[in-house]
Nanobody
């Protein structure tokens, strides 16, 4: 059973940084894609970034390129999201997601419970 557990969220001032972690368990994740999505208050969930577990190839939402970096540590079965120069608009619940590479990247089937990120002035 796939389990994804996010951590690292919290309060941060605008311009600051946070690193989110997603601990993955329940199977081996080779040939899987790991992703981050977010949902701001009153808005739909949106894609942030994904990374191939084996390849390490990363893909980002255009609006977040240059500020966010996704990475993974295979030895720790953990995926990270480094967020720099945070803005008020980055306030959201951030979700870790995963699925096989053969699945649609925009509709993963496995989700974590989410972690709240709040950016203040």
């Amino acid at each position: 059973q796939v389990q994804l557990t996010e951590s690292g969220g919290g309060l941060v001032q605008a311009g600051g940084s946070l690193r989110l972690s997603c601990a993955a368990s329940g199977r081996t994740f080779s040939s899987w894609r790991m992703a981050w999505f977010r949902q701001a208050p009153g808005k739909e969930r949106e894609f942030v970034a994904h990374i191939g577990w084996n390849s390490g190839n990363a893909y980002y939402a255009d609006s977040l390129k240059g500020r966010f970096t996704i990475s993974r540590d295979s030895a720790k079965n953990t995926v990270y999201l480094q967020m720099n120069n945070l803005r008020l608009a980055d306030t959201a619940i951030y979700y870790c997601a995963a699925d096989r590479l053969t699945s649609a990247w925009y509709r993963p089937n496995y989700w974590g419970q989410g972690t709240q990120v709040t950016v203040t002035e």
